[in-house]
Structure formats: structure tokens, C-alpha cells
């Protein structure tokens, strides 16, 4: 799977879930050099395993990520709403004024339908400067 960051603003990195195609929509915390909790992960090669959340349930959390830990794949609709993780959405748009990921339930539960047979999977996080 490859997350395709396609534009960074104030409200935080948005991106595009590929899977042979474009299926979800991505929003991560700006780029402030990987700290905890605050920063979107450096782009990369990642592998994914399932885990039960005590917070977010059945979801996939992204492993070796530099000086980081539990960064995880769930619904949420705005920047603060990310705490360095990776949410998962249908479309951007505005929420309460700020750039956002809408629809973020219906993206979430397609993510995990997508996923439904595997405990891991691969990924690759391109920045939009990247080839």
C-alpha cells in the first residue's frame, strides 16, 4: 500500500491511500522533524500489523518508526484530532473553519474492509516532492 502525501498546510499533511488505486484520503500532523505526537513520521518503507487499541479498537499501527511508537490508523476528522497518527477519510473538506478529512468513519471502515484478511501489510509513505 503506498500513502501519497499531496500537500502540506497549517492544518496539518494530506495525503492518498493506494491500493493498485486511490481509495482513501489521509490526514497527518506537519512535518516538525518527527516529535512525538506532534509530527507526521518521516517518508518511507513500513510494515503494519494489526492491533486492538485500547482507545481506537481493531486497527493497524505502523511499526519502526524512528523514536516513535503507536502510530496507528484511525478516525478523525482534524489536525488535533491525529496525535501523530494517520487518519483515515472520503474526502477533504472544512470542519468547525479548518481543512480537514470528511467522511472519516465510511473511509476508516472501507480501510479496514480493504484489510479485513490480513494481520500486516506493507507500506510506503511518499512525500509530494518525491517521483
Not at 501519497?4 to 496539518?12: I, Q
Amino acid at each position: 500500500m503506498i500513502l501519497k502525501r499531496v500537500a502540506e498546510t497549517a492544518y496539518g499533511t494530506f495525503g492518498v491511500l493506494i491500493d493498485i488505486a486511490p481509495f482513501a484520503l489521509t490526514l497527518e500532523r506537519m512535518w516538525l522533524e518527527n516529535r512525538t505526537g506532534i509530527s507526521c513520521i518521516p517518508a518511507g518503507q513500513y510494515h503494519c500489523v494489526r492491533v486492538n487499541s485500547p482507545h481506537f479498537g481493531d486497527t493497524f499501527q505502523i511499526m519502526d518508526v524512528p523514536d516513535r511508537s503507536h502510530i496507528l490508523f484511525h478516525k478523525g476528522n482534524l489536525n488535533d484530532d491525529t496525535h501523530g497518527c494517520v487518519l483515515v477519510g472520503e474526502m477533504f473538506g472544512k470542519l468547525e473553519g479548518k481543512d480537514g478529512v470528511l467522511a472519516s468513519r465510511h473511509g476508516y471502515n472501507e480501510f479496514m474492509d480493504k484489510l479485513r484478511s490480513l494481520n500486516s501489510f506493507d507500506l510506503k509513505i511518499i512525500d509530494s516532492t518525491e517521483e
